[in-house]
């Protein structure tokens, strides 16, 4: 099976070309960070307005780069939600546009379940299995009985990981996305400031961080009362490793009441160099598998939406030419 993915959920225009759901032909990624960074965030307008410059482009760059065909291709997966409504639309109707034009099938796919997708890129998946996703506007555990099915067994209250290390970036005046520059403090600083751990109720395995942003910022407005001076790198570290240990703890717990043959990791924040560890250390002291896609997948881009797509596409599902983008798309 080759399928041709297209993602446009939020500042990456990309288009992949998958075979099998397991072998990229061609990944094309075309960020807009340069041209959000100015505001300390995606501006929603101007990211729908760089989806409709660099569709073309991609998609042209992206068939470049492969000796597929057009007429190899089998079916057409994209991003129907969740993400930015604008920034979707783009996908979706060109999707659409080239379903019509190459009289191929379309199959939507829910972004999250491509960002676990893109750990299949790497490893065959083995169920029951536990994916920790932590992104941008995610922070949740799946548990996955078999391919294409998405059990919800706990997801944060409030900000999603990746929200927390962007809002804690900015108090630091850092770049955005603040979350790799985060990282890169934290692997120099120390965890000096004893900063909470939401576990949350005996057995839950929700996530909360917005208490954590809270105290980040209230321990940086006393100590500037104060004059007090606090380095960057301890904050970060600080941080970082409330975030990392109960992301950790709560995955291996999961894990183990869940009996899972593999335990999967995605999303932005699975680049995050002190996570990786954490978990690799935790998990290696275990019997169950850990996999975490290298970091080029584990941000935004099309072929985990194709290697999503291809197990919906061989499932059957097909969406037709009234796919409508939808920005709060529910995982199931
Ligand atoms: P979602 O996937 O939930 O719709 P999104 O697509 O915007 O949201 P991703 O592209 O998956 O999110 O991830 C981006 C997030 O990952 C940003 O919040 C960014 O700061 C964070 N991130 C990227 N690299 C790192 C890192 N090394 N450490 C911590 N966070 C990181
Ligand atoms: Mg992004
Ligand atoms: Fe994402």
Redesign the pocket.
């Known amino acids: 099976t080759i399928i041709l993915g297209i993602e446009t ?2 500042d990456e225009t990309a288009v992949s070309i998958v075979r099998n759901g397991t072998e990229i032909m061609t990944n094309v990624v075309a960020s807009q960070i340069e041209s959000h960074k100015r505001f300390g965030g995606v501006v929603p307008e101007i990211a729908s307005r760089h989806h409709v410059e660099q569709m073309t482009v991609v998609l042209e760059k992206a068939f470049e780069n492969t000796d597929i065909t057009w007429d190899e291709v089998d079916a057409i997966a994209v991003t129907e939600g ?2 930015l409504v604008g920034a979707l639309l783009v996908g979706v109707n060109s999707a659409k546009a080239l379903s019509f034009a190459k009289q191929k099938p379309l199959v939507g796919v829910h ?2 379940a491509g ?1 676990i997708y893109a750990n299949r890129l790497e490893k065959e998946f083995e169920f029951p299995l536990l994916a920790l996703i932590v ?4 922070t949740e555990l799946v548990l996955m009985r078999e391919h294409g099915s998405y059990e919800l067994i706990g997801e944060t209250r409030d900000d ?1 990981a ?2 927390a ?2 809002k804690v970036a900015r108090m630091l005046n850092l770049p955005y ?4 520059h ?2 890169q403090l934290a692997a120099i600083g120390e965890e000096t400031i004893a900063f909470p751990r939401a576990w949350l109720e005996e057995g839950s395995y929700d996530f909360s961080f917005s208490g954590l942003k809270s105290a980040v910022i209230n321990k940086i407005h006393n100590a500037k009362q104060r004059g007090e001076t606090l380095k960057n790198e301890d904050i970060a570290a600080s941080f970082q490793a409330s975030v990392v240990e109960v992301l950790t703890a709560k995955t291996l717990k999961a894990a183990k009441a869940y009996n899972v043959k593999q335990v999967i990791v995605a ?3 699975a ?3 002190g996570l990786r560890r954490e978990l690799e250390t935790v998990f290696s002291e275990t019997d169950i598998p850990l996999l975490i896609p290298d970091i080029k997948l ?3 881009n099309a072929a985990m939406i194709a290697a999503a797509g291809t197990i919906a596409f061989e499932q059957g599902r097909r969406s037709g030419l009234d796919l409508n983008a939808n920005a709060s798309l529910q995982l199931k």
């Open positions: 959920s939020c969740p993400g972004h999250i960002h992104s941008g506007g995610h999603a990746g929200e290390y962007d996305p603040g979350g790799p985060i990282d999303g932005g924040v680049a995050n160099k584990c941000t935004d």
